[in-house]
């Protein structure tokens, strides 16, 4: 069983293009390096456009192992 936990990361304005760039990737690759050294893993993203062009994001879940439950006695 895991634990998952889902980020949103904005990527920079856009004026012409609604496609991720380098920059924007090496964001994503901050945020996914940030949570490795955390624990988690990448379990999935996407990309999201917005419908007026001009910011969209990626939609980033993460997984780790649950905890398991302690029983108190």
């Not at 998952?4 to 990737?25: C, M, P, R």
């Amino acid at each position: 069983m895991y634990t998952y936990k889902s980020e949103i990361l904005w990527v920079g304005t856009k004026f012409w293009s609604d496609k991720a760039n380098e920059q924007d990737l090496e964001e994503l690759d901050l945020l996914i390096n940030a949570r490795a050294a955390e624990g988690w893993e990448l379990a999935t993203y996407d990309y999201m456009a917005t419908s007026s062009q001009i910011r969209g994001a990626f939609i980033v879940t993460f997984k780790k192992p649950a905890q398991p439950a302690i029983e108190e006695f």
